[in-house]
């Protein structure tokens, strides 16, 4: 692989790990927003899913990153 496309897919990696990181924490905005002092309150099922969903895509965008460096190849990226 040339230099060039190694550069590319290192920066397409990063982008993807920022994305995701960015959504986690928007979500976890979202989510803080449902619950009261005293704890009593339940967040919607919807954004609990959402949550979920951006830290699964972190978890395994870092996953790539890390395998990128380690072993010099990217997974395809989910559509």
Same mark, same amino acid.
Do not use: I
């Given at each position: 692989?040339?230099?060039?496309?190694?550069?590319?897919? $290192?920066? %397409?990696?990063?982008? %993807?790990?920022?994305? &995701?990181?960015?959504?986690? !924490?928007? &979500?976890?905005?979202?989510?803080? $927003?449902?619950?009261? =002092?005293?704890?009593? &309150? !339940?967040? =919607?099922?919807?954004?609990?899913?959402?949550? $979920?969903a951006a830290m699964l895509e972190l978890k395994t &965008?870092?996953?790539?990153?890390?395998?990128?460096?380690?072993?010099? !190849?990217?997974?395809?990226m989910p559509a």
């Amino acid at each position: 692989m040339s230099t060039r496309m190694t550069r590319f897919n $290192e920066a %397409r990696a990063l982008e %993807r790990v920022a994305n &995701a990181a960015h959504e986690v !924490q928007a &979500a976890s905005v979202a989510l803080q $927003e449902h619950f009261s =002092p005293d704890g009593d &309150a !339940q967040p =919607p099922m919807l954004k609990l899913v959402r949550f $979920e969903a951006a830290m699964l895509e972190l978890k395994t &965008a870092r996953a790539d990153f890390d395998a990128l460096f380690t072993f010099g !190849q990217l997974s395809p990226m989910p559509a």
